[in-house]
């Protein structure tokens, strides 16, 4: 009896640990929770179509949607700066290094295009270092293999995303004139209040849009 015992015992604890694997195994990844907050770090590749001119640059992009801010550095090689886009308090600045010029706006994304070359809100990225998902009433989102397709609602841009692991998101943007493609890894930086502060802008051309 005691055999028989030990026995249902080893087949139930077999069953029980089937289904948790084949639980696990089925939930789609792109129903993960996950994270914008914090600060990633990777590179990004703007392309114009139909040219073979491409330009790599390194990007550190600290993202709050708890507190509705964004940072985003574009670097050169050898470190030298590029850009900073800052989102604090619902303004949006941009700083061109290599122009000198400060722009400013309350219309986050028409600012966010002067960087990007563009149409494309600097809120959306919110969602895409979180889930890959955009808001239904804008976009229409499905999961082809490994990737979220995401199609804005005019159909003039496009988002492929990587479906989300832990630390890392892929994403490329594309419209008929250029494209995007990003790869951002989740960094151990600490973020703070310090990393939303304003630039200096004393020594640039400040342009209001």
């Excluded at 990777?42 to 708890?66: C, E, F, I, P």
């Excluded at 989102?141 to 609602?153: G, H, Y």
């Amino acid at each position: 009896m005691l055999r028989s015992f030990k026995n249902l015992y080893s087949h139930f604890f077999s069953l029980l640990l089937v289904s948790f694997l084949v639980s696990c195994a089925t939930t789609p990844k792109s129903m993960q929770k996950s994270s914008d907050v914090g600060i990633w770090t990777g590179k990004v590749l703007m392309l114009a179509n139909g040219s073979k001119d491409k330009k790599w640059a390194n990007v550190t992009w600290a993202s709050d949607s708890t507190k509705d801010r964004m940072r985003v550095d574009v670097v050169a090689f050898m470190d030298f700066p590029l850009a900073t886009f800052i989102k604090s308090d619902n303004h949006f600045h941009l700083w061109l290094f290599m122009d000198k010029t400060y722009y400013h706006s309350n219309d986050g994304e028409k600012l966010f295009s002067q960087l990007t070359k563009m149409k494309v809100h600097p809120d959306l990225f919110y969602q895409l270092l979180s889930n890959g998902f955009l808001p239904k009433e804008d976009w229409s989102c499905r999961e082809v293999s490994d990737e979220n397709l995401c199609l804005s609602k005019d159909k003039k841009l496009k988002i492929v995303m990587g479906l989300p692991e832990q630390d890392e998101r892929t994403m490329t943007l594309k419209n008929t004139k250029s494209e995007m493609r990003l790869r951002l890894n989740r960094s151990k930086v600490e973020m703070s209040d310090q990393h939303f502060k304003p630039l200096q802008s004393s020594q640039f051309k400040t342009i209001q849009i």
